[in-house]
């Protein structure tokens, strides 16, 4: 575990007691989910475009077709800003002033790397896929030639980021605790539902263990 | 249902037929979560922030503490983008280039206008709360004024918006069809958990309906 240097740009100034900015906190919010939303500036306007992701160590790797408009704007080499949120919960307080959410957020600044040699790409979207569903990438073809000329890659290197978590249950004024309403938190989760097979399906082959015990929260898992 | 223009900045370039530019499609995505990423700019660097957001028509409400930097950048009128995203599943194909994700996403570009009357201020904290939890307004205790002065409450016109969608099933090449690996979708959905109940509650007061009845999804719930 690290403690990432504070910014101007990641400095919460807002609740800063629900601020984080160690590497354990950081990479177990990021590990919890696989769609980022990257944030990036064409001509002067903000777009956001939401897209998988995969981390590995201090990096996370995103990849999308060529020419997509988003890739095409990292590579110029700017600063984005990329954002992944966790919604934990509702906290439903007497008030409607003290009604919140139980959330984990992670912001992290930084300049994509175009990942352009064969084994480096295909490294990438094995750490995507891995990061995905663990255990699929043994199982299936790998990407050819064709299909990685077809992908770009890059990657980003979390040095400047910090997380965001609100959690645990409601904080309600003294004066309205007798009213007469129902007070708590009302926890979500993301569950796998069951799964749905192909139809051209071969009926020998089982489902693998990576999907029956699929699940997104897996506690500790730093490297 | 109404049809919006397309822009430059909403036509899905990539993929074009996973978009959709009907009202009806993009609130209903909307409508199934409360989370919004809004991006905006700081002295040229983007930024994203997650908020908690509610729809009505075709207007959506944000609101945040006063001098947030969000907020005070929102203020100065310039176009923000506000991100939507709902991952619905894992589509796992048998070569690594087929896998891809189930979603459902909406990408909004609004200037955001400042609610300041207090009516008006209430009206849209009771318009993001009952799209959070529908039911709950009744029961709580509103707004006082000094609450609605710590409060800042913005509106978007949802007129320059789009969706883009992904659902079904894989998609693989002919000559990958007889490899013995398990293909097919795994659904993934947000769902409530027990509800934790706080620990001052009175003992006589019940869990509402609208928390033990609690989903996101609704179907069709257009205005």
């Known amino acids: 575990m690290k403690n990432l240097n504070i910014t101007n740009?990641?400095?919460v100034n807002r609740l800063p007691k629900r601020a984080a900015y160690d590497t354990e906190t950081i990479y177990n919010i990021l590990d919890e989910t696989f769609i980022c939303q990257v944030g990036f500036k064409i001509?002067?306007?903000?777009?956001?475009?939401?897209?998988?992701f995969g981390r590995k160590d201090d990096h996370i790797f995103i990849h999308?077709?060529?020419n997509s408009r988003m890739l095409n704007s990292i590579k110029k080499g700017e600063d984005?800003?990329?954002?992944?949120?966790?919604?934990?919960?509702?906290?439903?307080?007497?008030?409607?002033?003290h009604h919140s959410i139980n959330?984990?957020?992670v912001i992290i600044f930084s300049i994509g790397k175009e990942n352009i040699?064969?084994?480096?790409?295909?490294?990438?979207?094995?750490?995507?896929?891995?990061?995905?569903?663990?255990?699929?990438?043994?199982?299936?073809?790998?990407?050819?030639?064709?299909?990685?000329?077809?992908?770009?890659?890059?990657?980003?290197k979390i040095d400047e980021a910090s997380a965001k978590i609100r959690s645990g249950s409601i904080i309600d004024d003294k004066?309205?605790?007798?009213?007469?309403?129902?007070?708590?938190?009302?926890?979500?989760?993301?569950?796998p539902k069951e799964p749905v097979k192909d139809e051209g399906l071969n009926k020998s082959i089982l489902?693998?263990?990576?999907?029956?015990?699929y699940k997104r929260k897996k506690g500790k898992n730093v490297d």
């Open 64 to 66: 999308g077709s060529k």
């Open 175 to 191: 004066e309205d605790l007798d009213l007469n309403v129902w007070a708590g938190v009302l926890p979500l989760e993301v569950v």
């Open 80 to 97: 984005v800003c990329i954002s992944v949120t966790l919604a934990d919960g509702l906290v439903l307080a007497r008030s409607a002033f």
């Open 207 to 213: 489902l693998p263990e990576y999907i029956i015990n």
């Open 43 to 52: 001509d002067g306007q903000v777009y956001i475009i939401p897209t998988a």
């Open 103 to 105: 959330y984990r957020s």
């Open 117 to 156: 040699e064969p084994d480096k790409k295909t490294e990438a979207l094995k750490i995507i896929l891995e990061h995905i569903i663990p255990g699929r990438w043994n199982d299936i073809r790998k990407p050819n030639q064709k299909e990685l000329n077809a992908t770009s890659v890059f990657s980003f």
């Open 9 to 11: 740009r990641t400095k």
